[in-house]
């Protein structure tokens, strides 16, 4: 059933002297399967530890998580969704994309190829490293999506907490002219998915938190080599808020009213700037929920947004808040 919304410069590694190995041991065997031992009736085939950018660093790596029904040259191409882990930049992994309610569930659909991506933390590489990585790791998938039965031009991307800051980040950033480039074609989204992630370094302070965010060992201030308010012009390039043109990918949010590490402010003011610019914007706030996302937000919210911008199934979602407490 379908959500009713109006209710509620280095050389890419070559593919193909790998790929044919991955396959070969990987066609989904027990032991891959275990990864998603709590997702029922899953079949899928998994390709492990993808080295994106070609220096052999296990921080730039990926997985491709398909169908098993997909393999052959008459295959469907079929949109991708791809996972960025949270960990305030300082930990995590890709690993987390396997977890209940994630990757797993879209797959299951039939209808998507996932992807879960590791991107290069703050302790070994400080801003823009991380969004650079991102950017590297979607030109690499659009770039092979033949491989893979992938279509081109529907990639999505979903992450939480800091992930859902680089989600956002990569949803904003093929229009903004002020960084090092120009963003390519070959690295924009079509659809972003945003659990809780920071928008705006240098407003979190303004409302309770855990985390005094401008100080110095702060995950903001970590990620940028310095206190926020010491160089509020990196704090800035660094924001999605800062970022916000018309004409971006379709938003989906989702916050907590009483998140305790990042305010829920954080998604209320980009929401709201993404609308001021005539984007689509719809923010799930979820009242008295914290700094996590139940897993049946995925079938109940995630599937259908994603339905209805790449099959056209469905009800467009509402362009505004809808307020639902915790199951």
């Known amino acids: 059933m379908h959500q009713n919304w109006s209710r509620t410069s280095r050389r890419f590694p070559s593919l193909r002297s790998r790929v044919k190995v991955y396959f070969a041991l990987l066609f989904i065997s027990a032991s891959s399967l275990s990864i998603f031992a ?51 930049w300082t930990n995590g ?11 797993g569930t879209l797959i299951n659909t039939g209808r998507y190829i996932g992807a879960t991506i590791n991107y290069r933390l703050s302790g070994e590489s ?28 529907k990639i999505a991307v979903w992450g939480s907490s800091a992930g859902g800051h680089l989600a956002s980040m990569l949803g904003v950033y093929p229009r903004n002219q002020n960084f090092n480039r120009f963003i390519k074609t070959t690295e924009e989204v079509q659809a972003v998915i945003n659990y809780y992630g920071p928008s705006a370094f240098l407003q979190m302070d303004n409302y309770p938190s855990k985390i005094v965010h401008h100080s110095p060992n702060s995950p903001e201030s970590r990620l940028l080599g310095v206190p926020i308010r010491q160089n ?25 009213t009483e998140d305790p590490l990042v305010p829920y402010n ?12 005539g984007n689509k914007s719809t923010l799930i ?25 790449f099959y056209r199934i469905g009800d467009p979602p509402v362009r505004g808040i809808i307020k639902v407490s915790l199951p």
């Open 93 to 103: 992994s890709k690993e987390s994309g396997y977890e209940p309610g994630r990757i």
């Open 232 to 256: 509020q012009k990196l704090a800035k390039q660094a924001s999605p808020l800062h970022h916000v043109t018309s004409n971006l990918p379709p938003f989906l949010h989702f916050h907590g």
């Open 266 to 277: 954080q998604s209320l003011i980009l929401h709201r700037k993404l609308q001021l610019k």
């Open 126 to 153: 400080k801003w823009p490293a991380q969004i650079e990585d991102c950017r590297s790791a979607i030109k690499w998938l659009r770039e092979n999506a033949s491989q893979f039965c992938i279509n081109p031009k």
């Open 38 to 88: 709590n997702q029922k009736k899953s079949t899928f085939r998994v390709i492990r530890d993808i080295d994106y950018f070609g220096d052999q660093n296990k921080r730039q790596s990926l997985d491709i998580i398909l169908p098993q029904s997909l393999g052959n040259d008459s295959s469907p191409k079929l949109p991708l969704v791809i996972w960025i882990h949270g960990g305030g």
């Open 285 to 309: 706030s979820v009242q008295k929920g914290g700094h996590s996302i139940p897993k049946s937000f995925t079938s109940r919210w995630v599937i259908p947004f994603l339905d209805y911008h």
